[in-house]
Structures are given as C-alpha cells and as structure tokens.
C-alpha cells in the first residue's frame, strides 16, 4: 500500500507540473495571439511558423544519368534551332528574290516601252518623205553627176552596172 501511496503522490507531482506547463503554454500562446493581432494589417491574420532546418551541410550528389539527358536534350534543341533557322533563312531569301525578280521585270518592261518609243522616233526621223521635205526647205536639190562620192572608191563617174533581180522579174511578168 505504501509503494501505491507513493506513486499516487508521484502521478499527482508529475500531474501538477504538467498542469503548470499547460498553462504556461496557454498564457505564452495566448500573449503571442495578442501580439500577433495587434500587429496585424488588413483583415486576413498573418500566421508565423519557425523552422528550425539547417541545408549548409547538403550536398548535391552528381546524377550522370541526368547530365547524359541534358546533353541529349540540349544537342537535339540545337539541331532543332538550326534547321528552324535554315528553313527561315530560306524563306526570306525567297521573298527578297521574289522582289529583286519583279523590279526586274518592272525594269525588263519599262526598257521594251522605252525601245518601242526609239524605234517610233527612228521611223519617223528616216522617212524619206520628211528628209526630202527638210531638203528642199534648206534649198538643197537632187544630186548632180560626179556630186555623189561612193564609199568604195574608184570613179565617181564611172557607169555602174545594172543587176537584175530575178524575184523581182519573176512578179513583173
């Protein structure tokens, strides 16, 4: 019966003490809630949490399963960009030739008007009718015997031969 008092006495000390703790931890919890409150802003409570975790001593162990990955994943992005930038370059080659092609037509096109309006300009400039007309308004008249140098030489004067034309026969008879 003694040994029950005694453990009786013990359970009642050990009781008290953690009754005494109880409410230390209840009047400590309760002064942080009021200091918490008062500190306080807007209408959501901000909440506190220590942590008490310490990473200095972690350290990173090598994965080179990982690092094969990266490299392969790396390699064919690279492939990737590069052919992404083949194919872009391309393209805009493409579209700047396409414009370099039609200012060439555009220039092509402006040059056959430009022929076509010399040739005009030829044809009416070489009538004989217009130089025959100019030549009379200088007072000039139809060439004399020996007037006419020809380019080949020899006599000025000299009979030239008549040559017949045999297509031209043929349509005269």
Known sequence: MAASAMAGQQLEMLGSRAQSR????????????????????????????????????????????????????????????????????????AIEIGYHVEAQKQQVEQLREENRQLRLTEAQLTDPGRIDKIAKQLGLGEPQPGQVVRPEGGDPNAPVLAQANTAAMQIAQ
């Not at 992005?77 to 391309?90: G, H, K, T």
């Open 22 to 93: 109880a409410e230390s931890l209840t009047t400590r919890n309760r002064e942080m809630f009021e200091n918490q409150r008062r500190a306080r802003r807007g209408p959501t409570p901000e909440v506190f949490f220590t942590k008490h975790i310490d990473n200095s001593r972690i350290v990173k162990a090598d994965d080179p399963e990982r690092r094969r990955e990266m490299r392969t994943f790396s390699a064919v992005m690279s492939v990737l960009f590069v052919l992404v930038m083949v194919y872009v370059w391309q393209h805009f080659s």
